[in-house]
């Protein structure tokens, strides 16, 4: 067995974590954390030592995408996966239409085509690097894409559907691309997220900006007698983040953590100064792949490459497999490709807490190990 390529400690990034979520969360924030444990930590969530904590998130997320008039920030337990299901109970009423261009968009497609309470939903699909939109289509009251779809680094705009029945709901999965890439909420009606991305913390909770057209069809529904399970009854969800607090027992860790990165991204300007450091690494990774003679941008369009993801291919002849395990042998971690993908190439999380300067560092780290392996 031979020993691992040792990279120079001089081309290293200074912060090695580069994962796609779990991502990487600010020391500053871990040690915010430990100074208030002993007070916050294994304390009740009705009380108002974490229901702060709860506020204080809600406010900082309302803040950074400056959540417009009768919106409203409603948390809950379970992360993304659970607000499919939320949503498929909550929020569509009877026919939804997808555009589905990666594996995360295909999941909640899944759920709705599962439900048996609902009309087969229309699917617009397209493959892996490329992107699919939404149309107008008569009969549909939601429709559902994706902001950034985190196994392909494919990000398309946030936009209405024009032509669409009037009182049509658009949901926006923003997982991986809240926190990282420009939007106006006014284009859409829930836009959801988790905070192991951007928002530098733990999984474990969902968190949805929802119009009140979005919550009045919460209502509407759950009124009109559909079966919902209370795990995931937006409502009560709703009802339970006026309180400051989620109807399930959260991960305090999870909550002061997600507080702790949004206000640290307000201070530093919001959503307009976490886009441009999230757009500096793009094209820091996406320059050098570009000029490189042996990686590409896996998204060949230009105007689709995500500034939250970014997915580089490689030449036959360079193992990315082979250069993700030397790259963690060396305290660089979490490039390795989303795997149902199946494809030779490395996946970097270009998040708001990565620094640009870290994705140069990479990219100088890949060369060296190239020529050597």
Known sequence: MTDPIRIPDDLKPVDGRFGSGPSKVRPEGLEALSRVAKTFMGTSHRQKT???????????IAEFFSMPDGYEVVLSNGGTSAFWETATFGLIREKAQFAEFGEFGAKFAKAVRDAPFLAEPTVHRAPGGSAAYLTAEPGVDAYASVHNETSTGVAV?????????????????????GGSLDVDLTETDVYYLAPQKAFGSDGGLWIALMSPAAIERAHRIKESGRYIPQF???????????????????????????AEQVDWMNAQGGLGWASKRSAESAAAIYGWADRSPFASPFVTDP??????????????????????????ANGIVDTEPYRKLGRNQLRVALYPTVDPADVEALTRCIDYLVERL
Request: charged share 20%; no cysteine; proline share 4%.
């Open 50 to 60: 974490v229901k702060d904590e709860v506020a204080r998130l809600r406010r900082g």
């Open 157 to 177: 705009p946030v936009k209405r559907v024009a032509g669409a029945d009037p009182g049509a709901l658009l949901l926006t999965d923003a997982t991986s691309g």
């Open 232 to 258: 995931l009854d937006l409502v009560t969800a709703v009802e339970q983040s006026r309180l400051e607090q989620t109807y399930n027992t959260p991960a305090l860790a999870t909550v002061f953590l997600a």
């Open 303 to 328: 105007a689709l490459r995500s500034h939250a993801v970014a997915t580089i291919d490689f030449a036959a002849g360079i193992d990315a497999a082979a250069l993700a395990k030397a790259l963690r």
